[in-house]
């Protein structure tokens, strides 16, 4: 029994560890923009394109990889809780259904509630180790003009210890529920997207029932095209869909920081008392554009960051249980 839990954990786990490695070197860059994009008041940048070409002139590369030491260290254990307590989840919810009702759970429309619950807690549960990451990267990543001076992060963990100094442990969760109420919707939506457009491909493509036993989906019915044009679809429909919810997330994270440093030319002009004021008053000033600033930018980077997550988690688990059963 053991010995089989191991076999099932281990490729996960390995696979999950793989995975976030990957995607956080492919895509920071795209996450650094979203940032300074959603983070500026005051309209500095045209687009995401405009953005990232300004931050690699005036900065260079180490600009756009601002906040990449904690997101690598963080993040990477981060994904492998995210992923493996989806997997464990959606497993343990699905096959609890199926004994209760003594069917098969596909096209009852439990199916949704499923994914959306083992998405939501999944967030809830990485976000442990995701907000710490979250606020020191995108701290670091929104800082320009400041580096000659004292309150300057100048790294990683210089920042974590410069806000753990100063604002203590809340400084370090600044923003959890506002991160929990834009991811936790983000993970839902994303993983109901997702696995329903692999059961509506797979259906196509082989003309076959699909099930959702499996870990994530049974991929090897499905070719690798089609894999990675689920993942892309259902990312960047759930990325600009929390969109506003995101833009709100970053601001609230940023602004104790902008205060502690007094300010740089990309702080909110004003205050926010939380995730809804924030909204109201991002309405208030720039109606429905400003909700959705940063959408574009998001939706770059979410759409490539979930297709090469989940593919290379899906290759690399594959990979490393064909390994451990060699």
């Known amino acids: 029994m053991a010995e089989r839990l191991e076999e099932s954990i281990l490729p996960n786990v390995l696979g999950s560890a793989c995975a976030g490695i990957i995607a956080r070197i492919s895509t920071h860059p795209l996450d650094t923009t979203k940032a300074r994009l959603q983070a500026q008041s005051a309209p500095r940048y045209r687009g995401p394109v405009d953005a990232l070409a300004q931050t690699a002139r005036a900065e260079g590369i180490t600009g756009l990889y601002r906040g990449f030491g904690a997101v690598i260290i963080g993040g990477t254990p981060g994904t492998v809780l995210y992923l493996c307590s ?12 199926e004994s209760r009702m003594n069917q098969p759970m596909e096209g009852t429309g439990a199916d949704f509630a499923v994914h959306f619950t083992a998405g939501m807690l999944a967030e809830t549960i990485a976000c442990i180790i995701y907000v710490p990451v979250d606020v020191v990267k995108e701290r670091m990543q929104v800082q320009q ?16 210890q410069k806000i753990a100094r100063s604002e203590g442990i809340t400084g370090i969760y600044k923003g959890y529920t506002a991160t929990l109420g834009s991811f936790g919707p983000f993970s ?5 997207f997702y696995e329903k457009l692999k059961r509506s491909s797979c259906q196509y493509v082989s003309r076959e029932p699909y099930t959702i036993s499996g870990s994530l989906g049974r991929n090897t019915e499905l070719p690798f095209p089609w894999v990675v044009g689920c993942s892309a679809g259902a990312g960047a429909l759930a990325s600009w869909l929390t969109s506003p ?27 926010y008392r939380g995730v809804w004021d924030c909204l109201k008053q991002a309405h208030k000033r720039d109606g429905f554009r400003g909700l959705f600033r940063g959408a574009g930018a998001r939706v770059l980077h979410f759409a490539p960051a979930t297709t090469i997550t989940m593919t290379s988690y899906e290759m690399c688990r594959s990979l490393f249980a064909g390994i451990g059963g060699a």
Do not use: C, E, N
């Open 86 to 97: 989806y997997d464990f989840v959606k497993k343990g919810l699905s096959q609890a259904w």
């Open 145 to 160: 003009g400041l580096q000659s001076s004292p309150s300057a992060y100048k790294s990683s963990w210089d920042a974590f």
């Open 188 to 192: 839902a939506l994303y993983f109901v």
């Open 245 to 271: 919810l995101d833009m709100a997330k970053l601001r609230l994270q940023v602004q104790r920081g902008h205060i502690a440093q007094h300010a740089s030319s990309l702080a909110p002009v004003t205050s």
